[in-house]
């Protein structure tokens, strides 16, 4: 199954499957992405990032893709357990309102549910 | 286990009472900050401290009240809030501000669950 994140913000995929989560980011100076993953009723938790001089970055068990020219990134898990039901959320570092300074700015987030 | 410590983890508060909330990191980080995010929707940022001052204020209404006392403490105090400031309240910090490529992750604390009534 593919998420199209932010029209279809629900993801459910059947344990040992692989996943992919996808995000759109508007803002093509932003030059930092991460991938974050909150559990209910806990904090976001780091799982990878990727620099805009790179367009593909693995992990264990998962890799992101980034394609500046169309401003997508996504996320793959792969054989994906139980354990990583959660919300996913990309990031992006972008500059702030005031142009001065960068902060990293959510997307709106993919609920992955995996079924045993 | 998150290295950020957030405190407390629920707080229940009227529209007429002042509370704070508290954030440590013993991770010598020097850049803190605080999100607000309601219920399935993303962390949105509210303040950024860098070396234990103020570097980022997101319009913020002037009923929270952010204070560093020092770079391992992070503080938001509350005053006069309505209904919907309820949220959870996210502390994390970082070893530097992020800035361009030169950047690092976010770690992020458990959070405090704010309910005004």
């Known amino acids: 199954g593919e998420s199209v994140g932010l029209h279809l913000p629900t993801l459910s995929v059947q344990e040992g499957d692989n996943s992919i989560i996808n995000c759109a980011y508007s803002?093509?100076?932003?030059?930092?992405f991460i991938w974050y993953k909150q559990e209910s009723g806990k904090g976001p938790q780091f799982i990878i990032d990727?620099?805009?001089?790179?367009d593909k970055r693995q992990g264990q068990r998962v890799t992101v893709l980034l394609n500046k020219t169309v401003k997508h990134l996504s996320l793959q898990i792969a054989a994906t357990q139980p354990g990583d039901s959660a919300v996913y959320f990309c990031a992006e570092n972008r500059k702030n309102s005031g142009g001065s300074n960068y902060k990293l700015t959510f997307g709106k987030g993919t609920l992955l549910t995996v079924n045993p | 286990d998150t290295e950020v410590t957030q405190t407390p983890k629920h707080l229940v508060m009227g529209m007429t009472n002042k509370k704070s909330l508290k954030c440590e990191q013993h991770?010598?980080?020097?850049?803190m900050y605080w999100y607000k995010q309601k219920a399935k929707k993303p962390p949105e940022l509210m303040f950024v401290y860098s070396y234990e001052k103020l570097s980022i204020n997101e319009s913020v209404p002037s009923r929270f009240s952010p204070e560093c006392p020092n770079s391992s403490l992070l503080n938001l105090h509350l005053h006069a809030l309505q209904p919907e400031d309820s949220a959870l309240y996210l502390c994390?910090?970082?070893?530097?501000?992020?800035?361009?490529?030169?950047?690092?992750?976010?770690?992020f604390g458990e959070g405090s669950r704010l309910t005004v009534l």
């Open positions: 991770m010598g980080h020097r850049a």
């Open positions: 990727i620099r805009s001089n790179m």
């Open positions: 994390a910090s970082s070893p530097h501000i992020v800035r361009g490529a030169n950047t690092g992750e976010l770690f």
């Open positions: 803002n093509s100076a932003s030059d930092y």
